[in-house]
């Protein structure tokens, strides 16, 4: 709990209005890569439309960790789908109140249509279920 509250701390630091179960407000959201954004430079999680540690997604590695060639421009595509879907008009934020294991507020974002990010990232085979899914691309 001790890190929810940090992170919270930071978000409304950074100058995203947050509190659990409610919508952010973020000057600026980017995609870091397929499954992590950035409010105001602070990373979150998205999820999928269910529970937190429920519905999940993982996305190919774009850095360092990626195991291949293939799987980093996987990794590109899915960040470049990802930036797609927070630029269109009407997406909204919503915190859970849950951090994953790197302290990340675990969010849905929500777009104009009811669907989340996530969901479409699945649909459109630029992610993975997880902790279902298999983690390697190549």
């Not at 952010?24 to 995609?31: D, V």
């Not at 397929?34 to 999680?45: E, I």
Request: net charge negative; hydrophobic share 40%; aromatic share 6%.
């Amino acid at each position: 709990m001790p890190y929810l509250r940090a992170t919270l701390l930071a978000l409304v630091l950074a100058g995203c209005a947050v509190s659990p179960k409610s919508g952010m407000q973020c000057t600026a959201l980017t995609a870091y890569d397929g499954d992590t954004v950035k409010c105001d430079g602070v990373s979150l999680r998205p999820m999928g439309p269910g529970a937190p540690y429920v519905s999940g997604f993982d996305t190919p590695e774009i850095n360092q960790h990626a195991k291949c060639p293939g799987e980093h421009e996987l990794g590109i595509a899915a960040r470049d789908r990802m930036r797609d879907l927070i630029r269109a008009p009407g997406v909204s934020i919503v915190d859970s109140g849950e951090v994953d294991r790197f302290d990340r507020p675990l969010v849905w974002l929500r777009l104009a249509s009811g669907a989340t990010a996530g969901e479409i990232l699945l649909a459109e085979g630029h992610a993975r279920a997880w902790p279902d899914g298999a983690k390697f691309w190549c």
